[in-house]
């Protein structure tokens, strides 16, 4: 169902998408409106966004902006309705997505924008919306800055990025120890006979995707995991976004090959201007044998960027240690958050209920090893308690524990 908002201008309309049906039939304007988008990246496309909403919406839940001018689709917000426990709008994506955005076609920016804000309010009107892993450059950036009623910009994830070079220039950006380091790295990758073979189309992904899943799993067994990472549900979306996405040119899978076997599995989400390693899975073997993962990873990235005219490889959330090795830029993520005009309080208290579940974190952060060492030693003593005591030799009852209930008597 579609629900006309109201008339924006002459020969624009904004209206709301609340059926999943109709968000999928979206596909072919969405992917127009995506590729007019020069601040768009692969998170927004329709393929990764309707596949989400597929595995992790909520029914009655979506809410599909749409701008439109003389038929043709300019602008879009694709949001979901949440309760934490206020009632929020939020984009679709969620947690598994490393950017949020808004799509405005920019030839059409002037008159897509203002709607888009006019509309958004209107369907705000008593609820918070929250724009998380919002970058620097993004669409969604005029927005706020164009939004009539309360808002507040908060830092949000950190992300590295470097230039789209290939390996040889990344490595001119290093001190020559470390680029002496990377050649060596490169030429024992070479030496051990690992061969890149990308995944050829769509009807090959759902098995690669199952093999760098499975890789994943492997190579951090024993370790903290991302618990979404091993979930059916982020396979099936995986198996179904990937699919689209190679279709339209926004995602490349390569699996990697050694003895005969697959040993690797890599997945890179692209856009206009920028190119980034998603996911990666390896066997420990590779590690085992002191062959480097991330290097291998970052010159495959490396030659599809260069080799598709990107200017940027993104290293995506997170601040490794691993990815400071090639000198990136860091990009701080924002948090966006809007209110409509009047509700400052429902801001307000929204942004405390943040606050506090921030000192909670650091709290818990803090206190961790202390509640890890106590749990080891509480478990470390049931342990020892339930270890069987030694029986006479000879003794029926040996390699059984010795202890009996308490006689009633």
């Not at 127009?32 to 029914?59: D, E, I, M, N």
């Not at 024993?222 to 198996?239: D, K, M, N, W």
Request: charged share 25%; net charge positive; aromatic share 4%.
């Amino acid at each position: 169902m579609t629900v006309c908002l109201a008339p924006e201008a002459p020969a624009v309309t904004a209206s709301l998408c609340r059926d999943g049906e109709e968000f999928a039939a979206l596909g072919p304007s969405w992917n127009r409106l995506h590729q007019r988008c020069s601040a768009a990246t692969a998170f927004q496309s329709h393929a990764w966004l309707s596949s989400w909403w597929r595995v992790y919406g909520k029914p009655g839940r979506l809410r599909i902006l749409l701008v439109r001018r003389g038929g043709a689709l300019i602008g879009a917000a694709a949001l979901t309705l949440t309760h934490r426990p206020l009632p929020v709008l939020v984009p679709l994506g969620g947690a598994v997505s490393d950017f949020a955005d808004v799509l405005v076609d920019d030839e059409h920016r002037g008159v897509a924008l203002p709607a888009l804000v006019g509309a958004l309010g209107r369907l705000a009107r008593h609820r918070v919306v929250d724009l998380r892993e919002v970058r620097p450059a993004a669409a969604a950036q005029e927005l706020f800055e164009r939004w009539p009623g309360p808002r507040h910009r908060r830092e949000d994830s950190v992300c590295l990025e470097l230039p789209a070079l290939a390996m040889d220039g990344l490595m001119g950006r290093l001190t020559c120890s470390r680029a002496q380091r990377a050649r060596a790295k490169l030429r024992k990758l070479d030496a051990a006979g690992i061969e890149a073979r990308p995944v050829s189309g769509p009807a090959e992904v759902p098995e690669a995707v199952d093999v760098l899943l499975r890789l994943h799993a492997r190579q951090w067994q024993g370790r903290a995991v991302t618990p979404e990472h091993l979930s059916p549900e982020f396979a099936r979306h995986l198996r179904s976004a990937v699919q689209g996405m190679m279709r339209t040119g926004n995602a490349a899978m390569t699996l990697y090959r050694l003895d005969g076997r697959t040993v690797a599995a890599n997945l890179s989400l692209q856009d206009r201007s920028v190119s980034g390693g998603y996911l990666y899975g390896a066997d420990p073997e590779l590690r085992r044998r002191k062959l480097d993962v991330a290097t291998m990873l970052l010159r495959r990235d490396a030659e599809l960027a260069v080799a598709e005219g990107r200017s940027v490889i993104s290293l995506l959330r997170g601040d490794e240690p691993y990815k400071h090795h090639w000198k990136p830029e860091r990009v701080d993520n924002q948090r966006l958050l809007l209110a409509p005009p009047g509700t400052s309080p429902l801001l307000d208290l929204y942004r405390a209920q943040l606050d506090g579940r921030r000192v909670l974190a650091r709290t818990v952060r803090r206190h961790a090893p202390v509640v890890a060492a106590w749990r080891s030693r509480i478990s470390t003593a049931c342990r020892s308690s339930a270890t069987p005591s030694a029986s006479p030799s000879g003794s029926p009852d040996e390699g059984t524990s010795s202890r009996r209930p308490r006689s009633s008597s």
